[in-house]
């Protein structure tokens, strides 16, 4: 799960100041970034609209679910990036528009490597169940349910905010992270909660999946092996987001071993949790897929002409 704005550890936090210079390059490198990023997931979706392949085959409406999710996420963030260094603070009201969609798609991308782990799993070990188990129906039903889990896991603060801050507070301008407007006793811990049990089951999905997948490998079926690769790269996708909820505790570990060095140290872990997996994203399931990259570069080469 990734470092997101709507997360605790969502925004960089900036209790410094860089100098002019250097604050214009840091958002240029990230501005650029996810504009690079996220034309090759818009690049990615535009080619799995045009082709009625893709559109039939789960692996894929999972796939480009994620990409979705990833540049709704990475758009809000880098927005909250720049906000951040422009204004510092903005209103509550403002911010909550920004900061829900951020936890959403947060909270979507374990659920939905799990799924696409799952389907690996399915297709590698029960292949002749595959086309009853995997429909393109069921396929949408649970892209429906990663949302309505993480709506619930959500929508609760959004409650206890309404209920419990005073009209002051709502109208009031505040640096922007998940910790400042739902900032009740209730939110934190239920936010610790949901995200040790995303992550733990998440994990125990992914680790069942690549030994069962591991075993029919040994027989030396490409796919099979393909399959573990893919879930591999699932885990280490996954690493990198769960820097989302260690962000505290690893900015004051690297603080310590080296002092003075905050506003670097916050850059790095933006770059490595928010942008980092967002990359890997399309490589999982675009790029190593043949058929998938062969429609891609066609649709990429076609709007580099245009």
Known sequence: MNLTPGDSNVTVAVSYRDAFVLAVGKNVTII???????????????????????????????FIHLVFSDMIQLTTSISLFVFTYALHTIYVSLCCLLILPAI???????????FMAVECYIAVCIPL??????????????????????????????????????????????????????????SVKKRDASHILFLVGVWLTLLYT?????????????????????????????????????????????SFLFPGSIASINFVIFIVSQI???????????????????????????????
């Open 276 to 306: 980092l997996p967002r990359f890997i994203s399309p490589i999982i399931y675009g790029l190593r897929d043949k058929t998938f990259r062969k429609y891609f570069k066609r649709h990429l080469c076609a709007v580099n002409i245009h």
């Open 129 to 186: 169940r595959y086309n009853y188990i995997c429909t393109v129906k069921r396929t949408y039903i649970v892209i429906g349910m990663i949302w309505t889990v993480s709506s619930l896991s959500v929508l609760p603060d959004v409650i206890i905010l309404l209920a419990t801050e005073p009209l002051e507070f709502i109208n009031s301008r505040v640096f922007c992270s998940r910790d400042t407007v739902f900032r009740s006793t209730y």
């Open 104 to 114: 959403f798609t947060t909270q979507n991308t374990p659920l939905n490597l799990a």
């Open 210 to 254: 690549y030994i069962r997948i591991l075993f029919v490998a040994k027989a030396a079926d490409a796919d099979a092996k393909k399959a573990g690769n893919t879930i591999l790269l699932h885990g280490f996708q996954l690493l990198l987001c769960m820097i989302t909820y260690v962000r505290p505790m690893l900015i004051q570990v690297l």
């Open 32 to 62: 650029v970034l996810g504009i690079t990023i996220n034309y090759i997931n818009a690049t990615m979706v535009h080619t799995f609209n045009k082709h009625h392949i893709f559109k039939a085959n789960p692996r894929f409406i999972l």
